[in-house]
């Protein structure tokens, strides 16, 4: 089955230093893999995601992550952080690529400190 | 693009009372979602529809749940008998068919459900 870990639920970094938050997988066949950010009293909306190819993946906001299979993680990353950037990201996999059914991480909430 | 919307933002119930939720998705969207989100973890797979029918629903779901979508277009999820591990935020999404490898979910803000 599949399966999301997100390594810190909490991650505070200062404004304009760099972004980085942890996923790591587990699936049994070569999947497809999101980041979705959720800000307060808002939906959750898709950052980024991978599917196939480029293994570099480029997402709103200055946001990319990259795949990487022989470490099965997909870390997501920004250059520089703005206070804007406060909320809830959640790493996601589906193994079912007829539709949207997905398994998420538990999320880790980003702090900026001014 | 209105965005998807959930009716209603909180509910507070007593354990034994039945609750409907709704969820308009965006019109144009063929397929409708529905996950559940507890404290301190991500969202959990319920249920989708494409179109009218329901093609898939979790394991994990309990009998007392029921999810509907006449027409196409709203959907509905009632619990009955409501007991107090239901308390969550329940999130409706929707997708557009064919858009592309992946797709995208568009969520709405949720239904907060608070069973004492």
Same mark, same amino acid.
């Given at each position: 089955?599949?399966? @999301? ?7 505070? @970094? ?18 497809? /893999?999101? &980041?979705? @950010? ?7 909306? !898709? ?32 250059? =520089? ?9 959640? #790493? ?9 059914? !997905? ?5 880790? %909430? ?5 | ?32 979602? &529905?996950?559940?989100?507890? /404290? ?9 529809? *494409?179109?009218?029918? *329901? ?28 007991? *107090? ?6 999130? #409706?999404?929707? =997708?557009?068919? %064919? ?18």
């Amino acid at each position: 089955a599949q399966s @999301v870990t997100q390594l810190g639920s909490h991650v505070s @970094v200062s404004e304009g230093a760099l972004v980085l938050l942890r996923c790591n997988y587990s699936s049994s066949v070569p999947p497809y /893999l999101f &980041w979705y @950010v959720q800000y307060p009293n808002q939906g959750l909306q !898709l950052l980024l995601k991978y599917t196939t190819g480029a293994t570099l993946v480029k997402g709103i906001n200055g946001f990319e992550a990259e795949f990487k299979k022989s470490e099965t993680s997909f870390h997501l990353t920004k250059p =520089s952080a703005h206070m804007s950037d406060a909320a809830e990201y959640f #790493c996601a996999v589906s193994e079912d690529f007829g539709n949207e059914k !997905l398994t998420f991480g538990t999320g880790t %909430r980003l702090t900026i400190i001014p | 693009d209105t965005g998807v919307s959930q009716d209603p933002r909180h509910k507070i119930t007593k354990r034994g009372q039945n609750v409907t939720f709704r969820c308009d998705p965006i019109s144009e969207h063929n397929r409708l979602y &529905w996950y559940r989100q507890t /404290l301190g973890q991500g969202p959990e797979f319920l249920t989708y529809f *494409q179109n009218e029918a *329901q093609l898939e629903k979790s394991r994990l779901l309990s009998d007392r749940f029921s999810a509907e979508r006449p027409k196409g277009s709203f959907s509905t999820l009632e619990i009955q008998r409501t007991e *107090q591990g239901d308390s969550a935020m329940y999130l #409706c999404a929707s =997708s557009l068919l %064919r858009q592309g490898p992946g797709g995208k979910l568009f969520f709405g803000s949720g239904t907060q459900l608070s069973v004492l």
